[in-house]
T-cell receptor
Framework: EAQVTQNPRYLITVTGKKLTVTCSQNMNHEYMSWYRQDPGLGLRQIYY???????DKGDVPEGYKVSRKEKRNFPLILESPSPNQTSLYFC???????????FGPGTRLTVL | GNSVTQMEGPVTLSEEAFLTINCTYTATGYPSLFWYVQYPGEGLQLLLKATKADDKGSNKGFEATYRKETTSFHLEKGSVQVSDSAVYFC??????????FGAGTRLTVKP
């Protein structure tokens, strides 16, 4: 089954404790992206990647890192999480470019 | 920079009512336009898209027409069902390869 998977689905952590949210797709897509969803703000793009080893900042990249060492994986790293990063995070992928994107189920992160 | 503005919700309709959700955009050049839908507890799914002026995207009874002269991409459905209850997002992308979403409009359809 074609899908985008994210782990964990729920995470509660404390300020400053490094964490990684994994994202994997099995559709051989070149384009992958991370978004955060906050009430009243919709989805805002954090980082995106056009292909392996190519990443670019989106609208709200501060406090986040990403890497794209393999085509299928695009982990989101929070080196020192803060409470304002409490949000619902979505990973998405598409064949090439931000066209028809397939979204993962979301990761709800709470930073205390 | 690029941006998308959607009508604020929530929108509550009775079953079989006509639906319009307004979306306008600001962009340089000729962006692609999308409507995504998010059902409760799920990720977003593409509902329809249009890639050039005057294109009409359609799917599951929903339609939207790319109007460059009014920079709009309004979502319409002639007769909504309870199962259409969801949050709807208008979005655009352009050659810069980033993606901009509107704030989302929550639709509730009552039997």
């Amino acid at each position: 089954e074609a899908q985008v998977t994210q782990n964990p689905r729920y995470l509660i952590t404390v300020t400053g404790k490094k964490l990684t949210v994994t994202c994997s797709q099995n559709m051989n897509h070149e384009y992958m992206s991370w978004y955060r969803q906050d009430p009243g703000l919709g989805l805002r793009q954090i980082y995106y990647s056009m292909n392996v080893e190519v990443t670019d900042k989106g609208d709200v990249p501060e406090g986040y890192k990403v890497s794209r060492k393999e085509k299928r994986n695009f982990p989101l790293i929070l080196e020192s999480p803060s409470p304002n990063q409490t949000s619902l995070y979505f990973c998405a992928s598409s064949l090439s470019g931000p066209d028809t994107q397939y979204f993962g189920p979301g990761t709800r992160l709470t930073v205390l | 920079g690029n941006s998308v503005t959607q009508m604020e919700g929530p929108v509550t309709l009775s079953e079989e009512a006509f639906l319009t959700i307004n979306c306008t955009y600001t962009a340089t050049g000729y962006p692609s336009l999308f409507w995504y839908v998010q059902y409760p507890g799920e990720g977003l799914q593409l509902l329809l898209k249009a890639t050039k002026a005057d294109d009409k995207g359609s799917n599951k009874g929903f339609e939207a027409t790319y109007r460059k002269e009014t920079t709009s991409f309004h979502l319409e459905k002639g007769s909504v069902q309870v199962s259409d209850s969801a949050v709807y997002f208008c979005a655009l992308s352009d050659r810069s390869n980033d993606m901009r979403f509107g704030a989302g409009t929550r639709l509730t359809v009552k039997p």
